[in-house]
């Protein structure tokens, strides 16, 4: 399973209308795409940072719906006032204890490793980390993307509610922290989103 996100730094009041466009046009677009297997939105309406994300069976999948997709994340750039910015991933692990609800929100991480030490960190994370992760208040799903030739990871935590992630943080530092020292990674930036658009039906991957 693959991944394809575009990060725009979006005008905060613009926000609420790229949501809707990814919303009411983008996702029944790119469902009825070959190989797509759902869609999510990140936003952190502070630094106005949105993350758009593309699930695909196969690469082969991924690289063949690209073109047609240029001008749709063109269009959302517009509205968002913001560049598209492009990444590809594979899906290493994904797991979900159950479905978000509305009032979800996400933590993100991205990290970097040697690119041989690469399985490792993947293993570091669903032997450590996933558990750990687990038994955090409003735990509700994880994720971890990579790109194997860069060595570059994004860990997503998804939890029930923004109150949930609050009073987590202490801890999820802590893990973050540990895992990190495991896996020989280092940690580039962390974020934490609102989960405005969640349609995702990627299987359970651990």
């Known amino acids: 399973m693959y991944a394809r996100s575009t990060t725009i730094m979006a005008r905060p009041e613009s926000i609420d209308a790229g949501i809707a466009e990814v919303r009411d046009n983008v996702m029944p677009q790119i469902q009825e795409m070959e190989g ?18 593309s699930a695909w069976q196969s690469e082969d999948a991924m690289r063949a719906a690209d073109q047609a997709l240029q001008p749709v994340r063109e269009r959302v750039g517009e509205i968002l006032g913001g560049s598209p910015q492009v990444e590809e991933w594979e899906i290493a692990v994904l797991h979900r204890d159950h479905r978000s609800g509305e009032g ?3 933590r993100v991480t991205w990290l970097r490793v040697d690119p041989a030490d690469m399985d490792r960190a993947i293993d570091v994370y669903k032997l450590a980390s996933l558990p750990r992760a687990e038994e955090l208040a409003g735990f509700c799903s994880a994720s971890l993307l990579v790109d194997r030739n860069s060595g570059r990871a994004v860990s997503s935590v998804t939890y029930d509610s923004f109150e949930a992630m609050e009073q987590n943080r202490d801890a999820a530092a802590a893990m973050r922290s540990a895992a990190s020292k495991d896996a020989a990674a280092e940690v580039l930036d962390t974020g934490e989103f609102e989960l405005a658009v969640a349609h995702l039906r990627v299987p359970e991957m651990t």
Do not use: E, K
């Open 104 to 106: 979800a929100c996400v």
């Open 36 to 53: 797509c297997v759902g869609l999510s939105m990140l936003v952190d309406r502070g630094s106005g940072r949105c993350i758009t994300t």
